[in-house]
T-cell receptor, first 114, second 109 residues
Framework: IAGITQAPTSQILAAGRRMTLRCTQD?????MYWYRQDLGLGLRLIHY???????GKGEVPDGYSVSRANTDDFPLTLASAVPSQTSVYFC?????????????FGPGTRLTVL | GQNIDQPTEMTATEGAIVQINCTYQ??????LFWYQQHAGEAPTFLSY??LDGLEEKGRFSSFLSRSKGYSYLLLKELQMKDSASYLC??????????WGAGTKLIIKP
């Protein structure tokens, strides 16, 4: 693989169910990010990780959790999905966190919560 | 609050030039990005400005005025494949990336 992959591509989920969105990068980037993108709104940061073993909260972290056990993987978990979490989710990575670092995005996961 | 303003939609003609504006009000400034996003796809990096002035990269140029809180993306010799959304994003003083909602550019033949 080259770049960032996300799985699944799309998912329909019943409210209350638990769901993990997967993200893997092979660029050995230190920093990784999870965003959600909703119509009419800019990308909003959910959680981020500046290096393996550390994570931080973004702008809209409630209802989501992440882990960063190694450099390559950064899964996002919805513990109990709600309809307002219907969105397109993008995973991204960059060489380092912080200013001026280009972010590379995965293809996205389209999630619908009913 | 922090705000990034871009026009929602613009239309231009193939072969022409278009300028997409972005104004921002953020807590501090540490740089500005432009990304391109085709429908149903991931955003991809176009440009990064941290100092005032014009950065040129092929058909695309990006301008920044920090004193005015203003940037624009200039696309020349428009092609049909340039139909996409263009996202402006600003790095604030906390090194957070604040994203605009994007400008959908429609190219007509």
């Amino acid at each position: 693989i080259a770049g960032i992959t996300q799985a699944p591509t799309s998912q329909i989920l019943a409210a209350g169910r638990r769901m993990t969105l997967r993200c893997t990068q092979d660029m050995r980037h230190n920093a990784m990010y999870w965003y959600r993108q909703d119509l009419g709104l800019g990308l909003r940061l959910i959680h981020y990780s500046n290096t393996a073993g550390t994570t931080g909260k973004g702008e809209v972290p409630d209802g989501y959790s992440v882990s960063r056990a190694n450099t390559d993987d950064f899964p996002l978990t919805l513990a109990s999905a709600v309809p307002s979490q219907t969105s397109v989710y993008f995973c991204a990575s960059s060489d380092f966190g912080g200013a001026g670092n280009e972010q590379f995005f995965g293809p996205g996961t389209r999630l619908t919560v009913l | 609050g922090q705000n990034i303003d871009q026009p929602t939609e613009m239309t231009a003609t193939e072969g022409a030039i278009v300028q997409i504006n972005c104004t921002y009000q953020t807590s501090g400034f540490n740089g500005l990005f432009w990304y391109q996003q085709h429908a149903g796809e991931a955003p991809t990096f176009l440009s990064y400005n941290v100092l005032d002035g014009l950065e040129e990269k092929g058909r695309f140029s990006s301008f920044l005025s920090r004193s005015k809180g203003y940037s624009y993306l200039l696309l020349k010799e428009l092609q049909m494949k340039d139909s996409a959304s263009y996202l402006c994003a600003v790095i604030n003083s906390n090194y957070q990336l604040i994203w605009g909602a994007g400008t959908k550019l429609i190219i007509k033949p």
